[in-house]
């Protein structure tokens, strides 16, 4: 394949892995981590905003095009299937041809990742057949306080709103996807080394370490603000409608805006996956 005035080549035998999960829940470090086995390669030193495959293609448009964090799920386009026009030889071609010249193609792994994947596991399906997909899930209280930052003008409400609709995609979407691995972030933090194991287990690689520092105690951060909006003047309200209107669809993948501490995660998408953390 070339790429510019060099010629990249991707083997068909390469074993290509695609990590999807919204914006703030995790999917950079776990990339990284998957990447430091001695037989992968991901992304790095690539110029683009963390290192995202979405950025250094031009198949389909990342998810800036769609308002960016917080917002593109909420757009029909940013969802994709094997039913898109964009599904073609061609596309697949130019695809690892771009990808191929930030990857060490003499690894046996070749780890692409970008937040919006997350909605576009058909159509990876349909252009990569046997790639492994990993989507991390993260608390959405966590990941929506996480996200807020980068969304001027976006309430909390309405991020909740994305995270849920964006995680109904993706559970619609699973069943017609046959290699799927879904890791809740919560799981992937208390056992990172766990989380290797399982994903070098569906690849049929050796085991490796995640060997990259991972720190615990994140949400709890998110939860104590979300605990004093929860009780503010001004927040209290619109804290109270969100819990009473998205509730019972958050609990649908194993969370909670009650009960911080539930993680039901592998429970609830067990039935949807091909392996669950």
């Known amino acids: 394949m070339r790429f510019g005035r060099s010629t990249v080549t991707v083997s068909p035998d390469s074993k290509l892995v695609f990590v999807g ?50 917002r593109f799920g909420m757009h029909p386009e940013s969802h994709l299937t094997e039913d898109s026009p964009l599904v073609s030889d061609a596309s697949r071609v130019s695809m690892l041809e771009s990808w191929g010249a930030h990857w060490d193609t003499g690894k046996s ?8 994947n997350i909605l576009k596991t058909r159509f990876i399906r349909a252009l990569f057949p046997g790639a492994l997909q990993v989507v991390q899930v993260r608390h959405p209280i ?37 290699r799927l691995v879904v890791l809740s972030y919560e799981s992937f933090i208390a056992d990172a080394d766990g989380a290797m194991r399982l994903i070098d287990g569906q690849l049929g690689i050796p085991p490796h370490r995640a060997g990259l520092d991972v720190r615990t ?21 619109s804290i109270r409608r969100s819990m009473a209107a998205l509730e019972p669809a958050v609990r649908e993948f194993g969370y909670s805006l009650h009960d911080l501490e539930m993680n039901g995660v592998g429970e609830r998408w067990r039935d949807y996956a091909s392996a669950v953390l």
């Not at 998110?222 to 929860?230: K, L, N, Q, S, V």
């Open 21 to 70: 999960g919204l914006h703030r829940s995790g999917t950079t470090l776990l990339a990284r981590c998957l990447a430091r086995h001695p037989d992968a390669s991901g992304f790095e030193n690539t110029g683009v905003i963390e290192d995202e495959g979405q950025f250094l293609q031009s198949v389909y448009p990342a998810a800036r095009e769609f308002g960016g964090p917080g």
């Open 109 to 116: 792994v070749l780890i692409e990742k970008s937040p919006p």
């Open 142 to 178: 966590a990941a929506c306080l996480a996200t807020i930052k980068w969304t001027r003008g976006t309430s909390l409400t309405r991020l909740l709103e994305h995270w849920v609709r964006c995680h109904q995609i993706l559970r619609d979407d699973a069943s017609r996807v046959d």
């Open 217 to 237: 105690g994140i949400n709890e951060k998110y939860f104590g603000d979300w605990e004093r909006r929860a009780k503010g003047l001004l927040s209290r309200w």
